[in-house]
């Protein structure tokens, strides 16, 4: 390069600077406009409208719902009331007529109404997420999506694949596991790294409850398709959910792995179903699951739905050199606590968290909005689908009877309903019921591979 070519490449990067300085220095005509940023809801379940009440409730500059989609208008209806009424965030709601969108294809009408840098929240059923993340790294938005995020190992490879392009793109991502949010939770798990109770050997995690957190469910009523009643009761079948126990375990058992620092490489479990009367969902009653990480540590996973029983709602760690319980009575308060021995009683304890503590479904929106304001680096996706994706394993494990690895759990070609992404109000389901209107239940021992409950 001659000289005088390098002198005016100097100093037209000279000249470029200042200009930056000038126009940094400038007032921003739609500096008010722009720092607004607008949500769009897709899924207006009780999990998207108190996602939307947490990210309205951030108190870090303008926030506005800007638009909505379900394919229940009905859904749609009842929560746009009930948010733009709030006493707390109804001002913050402004989505006329025109920007509520019904139908399958609402997430993209929904999606369309953001500037790239908006945030949509994803909070339909999870067997759609990748569909709607891929549409959403489209369009350049960031994203807060519920979990779990897969329910199937072609889903959870096809989601690590899709996050590579909003990873490029710098999009921050956040995904419903706020438990890692918990300020209780997060001080346990450095103590834990620290080497508080020593070499972590056995981990449990319970979920034991009634009928408040069953899956059942009765038969398909008239007047309602097959593929809108399984949808609108999604808990009960496998293509769209994952069931009883990718819903209702994983929190647990993401938890869990976060204190060992570790996935877990293997599975087996147990599981039956139980007084089901005229249920037709997919679900076991009872679910006993042990995993094994790779230094052959266990985690074990225990969950039932059964009214009557003894109820227990939380996790715990078993160290070399003490104990801990993660979380107790539920999600929040976790109550996090260090005991010197594995008797867990007042004497022994050596540390507990503060309380009150902080909501973490609220610390987990206070988290994305601080990433997409200061441009932080954030994208929990992979957690996301590791965490789905172990505990799908373990369901698995429970329906066929069989050890599985979580290497063949990802290998496994079996997709609950690869053509999800080409349904419309008027299509069939794909999973389909018999002449009795009844659909194909798990038959540990008998039935070996997942590939028939579709």
Same mark, same amino acid.
């Given at each position: 390069?001659?000289?005088?070519?390098?002198?005016?490449?100097?100093?037209?990067?000279?000249?470029?600077?200042?200009?930056?300085? @000038?126009?940094?220095?400038?007032?921003?005509?739609?500096?008010?406009?722009?720092?607004?940023?607008?949500?769009?809801?897709?899924?207006?379940?009780?999990?998207?409208?108190?996602?939307? !009440?947490?990210?309205?409730?951030?108190?870090?500059? &303008?926030?506005?719902?800007?638009?909505?989609?379900?394919?229940?208008?009905?859904?749609?209806?009842? %929560?746009?009331?009930?948010?733009?009424?709030?006493?707390?965030?109804?001002?913050?709601?402004?989505?006329?007529?025109? #920007?509520?969108?019904?139908?399958?294809?609402?997430?993209?009408?929904?999606?369309?109404?953001?500037?790239?840098?908006?945030?949509?929240?994803?909070?339909?059923?999870?067997?759609? =997420?990748?569909?709607?993340?891929?549409?959403?790294?489209?369009?350049?938005?960031?994203?807060?999506?519920? %979990? &779990? @995020?897969?329910?199937?190992?072609?889903?959870? /490879?096809?989601?690590?694949?899709?996050?590579?392009?909003?990873?490029?793109?710098?999009?921050?991502?956040?995904?419903?596991?706020?438990?890692?949010?918990?300020?209780?939770?997060?001080?346990?798990?450095?103590?834990?790294?620290?080497?508080?109770?020593?070499?972590?050997?056995?981990?449990?995690?319970?979920?034991?409850?009634?009928?408040?957190?069953?899956?059942?469910?009765?038969?398909?009523?008239?007047?309602?398709?097959?593929?809108?009643?399984?949808?609108?009761?999604?808990?009960?079948?496998?293509?769209?959910?994952?069931?009883? /126990?990718?819903?209702?375990?994983?929190?647990?058992?993401?938890?869990?792995?976060?204190?060992?620092?570790?996935? &877990?490489?293997?599975?087996?479990?147990?599981?039956?179903?139980?007084? #089901?009367?005229?249920?037709?969902?997919?679900?076991?009653?009872?679910?006993?699951?042990?995993?094994?990480?790779?230094?052959?540590?266990?985690?074990?996973?225990?969950? #039932?739905?059964?009214?009557?029983?003894?109820?227990?709602?939380?996790?715990?760690?078993?160290?070399?050199?003490?104990?801990? @319980?993660?979380? +107790?009575?539920?999600?929040?308060?976790?109550?996090? #606590?260090?005991?010197?021995?594995?008797?867990?009683?007042?004497?022994?304890?050596?540390?507990?968290? &503060?309380?009150?503590?902080?909501?973490?479904?609220?610390?987990?929106?206070?988290?994305?909005?601080?990433?997409?304001?200061?441009?932080?680096?954030?994208?929990?996706?992979?957690?996301?689908?590791?965490?789905?994706?172990?505990?799908? !394993?373990? =369901?698995?494990?429970?329906? +066929?009877?069989?050890?599985?690895?979580?290497?063949?759990?990802?290998?496994?070609?079996?997709?609950?309903?690869?053509?999800?992404?080409?349904?419309?109000?008027?299509?069939?389901?794909?999973? %389909?019921?018999?002449?009795?209107?009844?659909?194909?239940?798990?038959?540990?021992?008998? @039935?070996?591979?997942?590939?028939?409950? +579709?």
């Amino acid at each position: 390069m001659s000289s005088s070519r390098r002198e005016f490449l100097k100093r037209s990067g000279q000249v470029a600077a200042v200009g930056a300085l @000038v126009n940094a220095a400038a007032p921003q005509v739609h500096a008010a406009e722009d720092n607004t940023i607008q949500i769009a809801l897709v899924g207006c379940g009780g999990r998207g409208t108190g996602a939307t !009440m947490n990210a309205l409730s951030v108190d870090n500059g &303008p926030i506005k719902l800007v638009a909505m989609a379900d394919v229940f208008e009905k859904n749609l209806k009842n %929560k746009h009331v009930a948010l733009s009424g709030h006493a707390k965030v109804g001002s913050k709601v402004d989505v006329p007529e025109e #920007r509520r969108f019904v139908g399958f294809d609402g997430y993209r009408k929904a999606m369309d109404c953001l500037r790239p840098g908006d945030i949509v929240i994803l909070a339909t059923p999870p067997g759609f =997420r990748w569909v709607h993340y891929t549409y959403a790294i489209e369009r350049g938005l960031n994203v807060f999506m519920e %979990k &779990p @995020v897969t329910v199937d190992g072609p889903t959870s /490879v096809k989601m690590l694949e899709i996050n590579k392009a909003a990873l490029e793109k710098n999009l921050k991502v956040g995904v419903g596991l706020m438990c890692r949010h918990c300020h209780g939770r997060q001080e346990l798990f450095d103590r834990i790294q620290n080497g508080e109770i020593g070499e972590i050997n056995l981990l449990r995690a319970y979920r034991m409850a009634g009928l408040t957190a069953t899956a059942a469910v009765l038969p398909k009523p008239e007047g309602i398709s097959e593929l809108m009643y399984q949808i609108k009761n999604f808990h009960g079948f496998l293509w769209l959910s994952g069931g009883a /126990v990718s819903d209702f375990l994983i929190h647990n058992i993401d938890e869990c792995c976060w204190m060992k620092n570790a996935w &877990p490489v293997k599975a087996m479990a147990i599981g039956g179903r139980h007084y #089901r009367g005229e249920n037709v969902d997919q679900n076991f009653d009872v679910y006993g699951i042990e995993y094994t990480f790779e230094d052959g540590a266990k985690m074990l996973v225990d969950g #039932r739905t059964i009214p009557g029983c003894k109820q227990e709602f939380a996790s715990y760690a078993h160290g070399s050199k003490g104990a801990a @319980v993660i979380s +107790t009575a539920s999600h929040t308060p976790a109550k996090s #606590r260090i005991f010197s021995s594995q008797a867990m009683t007042s004497d022994n304890m050596t540390w507990a968290f &503060p309380q009150p503590e902080p909501n973490p479904y609220q610390l987990e929106w206070n988290d994305l909005i601080e990433a997409v304001r200061n441009d932080l680096p954030y994208n929990e996706v992979e957690r996301g689908v590791m965490a789905s994706a172990v505990t799908s !394993m373990g =369901r698995m494990t429970a329906h +066929t009877g069989q050890e599985m690895t979580l290497e063949q759990f990802l290998a496994n070609p079996h997709e609950f309903a690869p053509e999800i992404d080409k349904l419309t109000l008027d299509s069939d389901s794909p999973l %389909k019921a018999n002449a009795e209107g009844k659909y194909a239940i798990p038959m540990p021992g008998l @039935v070996k591979k997942q590939e028939y409950l +579709t």
